[in-house]
C-alpha cells in the first residue's frame, strides 16, 4: 500500500507536533525540576564541597519513569510516525567515543550545563549562574558552541562507519 502525499504529509506534521510536544515535556520538566540551573548541577558535581544530591533524584526518578515505557516501547514492532525503530547496534569503545565522552563530561563540569538543559535555559531566558556574562547571553553562547561542536565531527575522517539499524523485533507478536 503506497501512501499519498497528502497523507505523507499528514504524518510529518503529526511526527514533528509529537517531537515538538515531547520536548516541551522534556523542557518543562527540567524547568521544574531546576535543572536549568547549572549551580545544581555544579553543585552535584562538587562532592568534597556542598554536595547537592537533587540531580540524582532527578536521574532516579527518570529512570523509574523510563524503564517501563522502554519495555511497552519494545513490545511495538515500530513506531507510531516511522517504519522501524533505530538503536544504536554499535556496542565498541573506540577513541571517538572516549574523546567525545570526555569533551562533553568536560564541558558539563566546567559550564554545569548539557544540551537539553541548555535548550530549556535558553527557551525560557534564563540560566548562566555558573557561566560569566549576563545569563541568557552565556546561555546563548553555550547553545551555539554546543552546535558548532555537533557540526565538527561531520567534517572529520570517521574511521569507519557508524550506524544505526532496526532493533530486533519479536516475531511472535
Known sequence: MTSSPTSTSRTNVAAV???????????LGLTISG????AKVLGFLDLFGAWDP??????????LVTLPGFRLLRRRGAPVFSQMFRFPTRSDIDPRLVGGSALFGVGWGLAGFCPGPALAALGAGIGGAA???????????????????????????????RTTSPAPTRQDG
Request: glycine share 18%.
Open 17 to 27: 507536533g509529537t517531537a515538538l510536544a515531547a520536548g516541551l515535556v522534556f523542557g
Open 35 to 38: 535543572m536549568i540551573n547549572p
Open 54 to 63: 537533587t540531580l540524582a533524584f532527578v536521574m532516579g526518578g527518570a529512570v
Open 131 to 161: 557561566l560569566s556574562g549576563s545569563g541568557v547571553t552565556a546561555v546563548a553562547v553555550f547553545v551555539a558552541a554546543m552546535l558548532a561542536g555537533l557540526a565538527v565531527p561531520r567534517l572529520l575522517p570517521t574511521g569507519g562507519p
